[in-house]
């Protein structure tokens, strides 16, 4: 996804890396899920840049416990085993920390998920700012199991614990003039390396979506993953997740809520208005500007996938963009 980087050390493996290694590492990385954590650590230190000491990432997870695991709603399943959680809390894409997405998970280590706290704003009735844990007491949780397409063309499968959007919204009631709403990260560059390092992105990370689309019933404020509560990865404590949508809309890290009149900006369109629009809806049919969409690597087996139309969520959404 990224332009005009100064150094190529800062891009994206599959940006950078000529397809046949990638893949190569991609089959080596399907093999690990047979092989365990143990081998996968050892992989973390061949990349380890010097006097880093890697740890592994097992300890990045939390245990379930607390509210976790919570009851899956069986409505919301997909027909393909779940990704294997190591690797998908391996491989992220989160730029406040790193664009390496293999390092993630080690960068966000020291960051600090409590206290946080979330403030609804804007356009509504009853403006608030909540304690997250608060928040999450307050809301209908359950556990669903959703496809996530990325916009580079890997995908996983995902079981996100949460409540929807909807729940929150009508809590705070929008006014009539609510059209959209925006999301906002955190800005926190003494715990965040690459807000400090990557100057030349407009912090903080900021995302959006219509009235129609954060009413949806796909829409799904996260809390916790693989039955226990959000890795630092994943976006801990509060992430969106909307399926039908490539996965750069679903903001990690988030802030703020806002209810606004207008179409809100939004960090990839500011910054490749070219190859990332507002919409940014799950379409093979569409090619991004430099590859194809028609297709799509599941991470830990390395299979190739053909990509559906919204996802394949269109049942649920095609309504809304008619
Ligand atoms: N949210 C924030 N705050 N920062 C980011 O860099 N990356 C997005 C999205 N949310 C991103 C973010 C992208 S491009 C993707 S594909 C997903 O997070 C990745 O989520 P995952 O790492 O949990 O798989």
């Known amino acids: 996804m990224l332009i005009k980087l100064p150094q190529i050390s800062q891009l994206p493996e599959r ?33 380890t840049s010097a006097g880093e000491q890697w740890t592994d990432v097992s300890q990045s ?59 609804v704003a804007g356009e509504v009735a009853n403006p608030k700012t909540y304690d997250i844990d608060e ?56 715990q965040a390396a690459g807000q400090k390092t990557q100057t030349w992105y407009p912090w903080p990370y900021y995302e959006g979506l219509t009235m129609a689309e954060a009413m949806n019933e796909l829409t799904l404020m996260v809390t916790g993953v693989y039955g226990h509560e959000l890795p630092k990865q994943h976006g801990a404590p509060l992430r969106l997740a909307v399926p039908w949508k490539y996965g ?24 490749a208005p070219d190859e990332y629009d507002f919409r940014a809806n799950v379409n093979p049919k569409v090619p991004h500007p430099r590859w194809s969409q028609a297709r799509e690597r599941l991470i830990d087996t390395g299979e190739l996938i053909p990509t559906l139309l919204y996802n394949g969520y269109g049942e649920y959404v095609a309504g809304m963009y008619r």
């Open 135 to 190: 928040l999450i007491k307050k809301m209908p949780l359950e556990e669903r199991v959703y496809r996530h397409r990325c916009v580079e063309a890997w995908s996983m499968i995902v079981p996100w614990s949460g409540f929807p959007l909807s729940a929150l919204i009508k809590e705070v009631e929008p006014t009539s003039h609510a059209k959209y709403l925006r999301m906002v990260s955190f800005y926190r560059p003494a």
């Open 15 to 47: 940006l950078v890396t000529p397809e046949a290694v990638y893949m190569n590492r991609r089959k080596f990385l399907k093999s690990l899920g047979t092989l365990g954590i143990g081998a996968w650590a050892l992989v973390n230190g061949c990349n």
């Open 61 to 119: 997870i939390p245990k379930p416990g607390g509210i976790y695991p919570l009851a899956r709603n069986a409505k919301y399943t997909v027909d393909r085993p779940l990704t294997n959680e190591i690797i998908a809390a391996s491989y992220n894409n989160y730029y406040e920390f790193t664009t390496d997405k293999e390092r993630v998970w080690k960068l966000a280590e020291r960051f600090a998920t409590r206290p946080w706290q979330v403030e």
């Open 248 to 271: 750069f809309k679903s903001i990690k890290g988030i802030v703020r809520i806002e209810f606004t009149r207008e179409q809100p900006k939004t960090f990839w369109n500011d910054l």
